[in-house]
């Protein structure tokens, strides 16, 4: 089976202030890690995915197989920031990579 | 390409009618998924397909049918609605070794 955990539901800082969104995944074979943001009653859009290894909109990720964790860390956090932010996994071994699972979510708030 | 589109965006039924969600995607995706996304609960699978002619279930399946005559096409049928079905319903698309899933903009339903 596999699981993705995002222990914070809500998650409020203030702009220029540095934000960390955590994910823990549990999978027994090779993982695919996303994440996805939604803003306001929009669709869901890729943010990052732990292959690619990018950077998109000062956001990065990195895969932590030891602490099974794929935390969103972004230095200075921007008022457009404020959405919905999920991780996801799949799976990268073969059968199971169309079963994309998702975390429950943290809405992330910047104040001015 | 349109991507993936889902209509209708709006709807409302009364409780034990019928209807049917549309999804289509114009990528040639062969991996298609239904989600439900409820407050709190993150984005749960449906149903998903890895082809024409294959469906299977995934975390909350009851109450909801899909076929898959197309690679196009993914309909989901509710085949008698109840409140508990009350959702935004999301379709998804990607490819062995695309950049992630792409999301429809979702079909927002109230069973009254």
């Known amino acids: 089976a596999q699981r993705v955990t995002q222990p914070e539901k809500l998650l409020s800082v203030f702009k220029g202030a540095p934000v960390e969104l955590k994910c823990n995944y549990s999978y027994s074979g090779s993982p695919e890690l996303f994440w996805y943001v939604q803003y306001s009653r929009q669709r869901l859009q890729l943010l990052l995915r732990h292959i690619s290894r990018e950077s998109i909109k000062g956001f990065t990720a990195d895969l932590n197989k030891g602490e099974t964790s794929f935390h969103l860390k972004k230095p200075f956090a921007q008022e457009e920031d404020s959405a919905m932010y999920y991780c996801a996994l799949s799976g990268l071994d073969g059968g199971s990579n169309y079963k994309l699972t998702f975390g429950k979510g943290t809405l992330l708030t910047v104040n001015p | 390409n349109a991507g993936v589109t889902q209509t209708p965006k709006f709807q409302v039924l009364k409780t034990g009618q019928s209807m049917t969600l549309q999804c289509a995607q114009d990528?040639?995706?062969?991996?298609m998924s239904w989600y439900r996304q409820d407050p709190g609960m993150g984005l749960r699978l449906i149903h998903y397909s890895v082809g024409a002619g294959i469906t299977d279930q995934g975390e909350v399946p009851n109450g909801y049918n899909v076929s898959r005559s197309t690679t196009e096409d993914f309909p989901l049928r509710l085949l008698s609605a109840a409140p508990s079905q009350t959702s935004v319903y999301f379709c998804a698309s990607r490819t062995t070794g695309d950049y992630g899933y792409t999301f429809g903009s979702g079909t927002r339903l109230t069973v009254v």
């Open positions: 990528m040639n995706h062969e991996y």
